[in-house]
């Protein structure tokens, strides 16, 4: 199975910081690469899918780049709705796994 | 609107069984691969199955490969999971969600407790 990385956990920022997450997989995953948004109570959101392409209904604020095995998720300004956890999940080969989530605070 | 709502969910001893459902409407659910996602207490997002969109071909995870089963009715718009054999470690909110790559669309949830 391939193992998704990320980091760091928790990450603390504030209202306004530019936030980058990173995502490593244990083999390359080509661009094989989602991004979801978690916040408790509700179901997950689709951010990202195939490394960069932002999910329709998503701002522009989010972006998301790599390919292989390293990819990088980044909140360009920090709106207090961004708080939550953040997790990757690889789409190349099933199982399809999940990073451990990342949890966004406010400092 | 896309929904998709998720049911079935309890209380079961360790070696009960559970049926799950996931009711969809607003697209075309034939033309769709499905999946479940679940997610145990604290801990992150498992992806646990997915099924083709005629159902003839299914994937799982390693951990319920030979005790759950993925099955879905096109003619009801509904996505199943038969889940047999249940361990305490089976304990989670169990997800419905569209999709084979990046999954757009999630239902609420569902909660299942295996414990005596």
């Known amino acids: 199975d391939i193992q998704m990385t990320q980091s760091p956990s928790p990450l603390s920022a504030s209202v306004g910081d530019r936030v980058t997450i990173t995502c490593r997989a244990s083999?390359?995953?080509?661009?094989?690469l989602n991004w979801y948004q978690e916040k408790p109570g509700k179901a997950p959101k689709l951010l990202i899918y195939a490394a960069s392409s932002l999910q329709s209904g998503i701002p522009s604020r989010f972006s998301g780049s790599g390919s292989g095995t390293e990819f990088t998720l980044t909140i360009s300004s920090l709106q207090p709705e961004d708080f939550a956890t953040y997790s990757c999940?690889?789409?190349?080969?099933?199982?399809?796994?999940f990073g451990q989530g990342t949890r966004l605070e406010i400092k | 609107e896309v929904q998709l709502v998720e049911s079935g969910g309890g209380l079961v001893q360790p070696g009960g069984s559970l049926r799950l459902s996931c009711a969809a409407s607003?697209?075309?659910?034939?033309?769709?691969?499905m999946t479940w996602v679940r997610q145990g207490p604290g801990k992150g997002l498992e992806w646990v199955a997915n099924?083709?969109?005629?159902?003839?071909?299914?994937y799982y995870v390693d951990s319920v490969e030979g005790r759950f089963t993925i099955f879905r009715d096109n003619a009801k718009n509904s996505l199943y999971l038969q889940m047999n054999s249940l361990r305490a470690e089976d304990t989670a909110v169990y997800y419905c969600a569209r999709g084979i790559t990046g999954f757009d669309y999630w239902g609420q949830g569902t909660l299942v407790t295996v414990s005596s």
């Open positions: 607003g697209f075309i659910f034939s033309s769709y691969w």
């Open positions: 099924i083709k969109q005629d159902g003839s071909e299914k």
């Open positions: 999940q690889q789409s190349y080969s099933t199982p399809y796994t």
């Open positions: 083999q390359s995953i080509t661009r094989y």
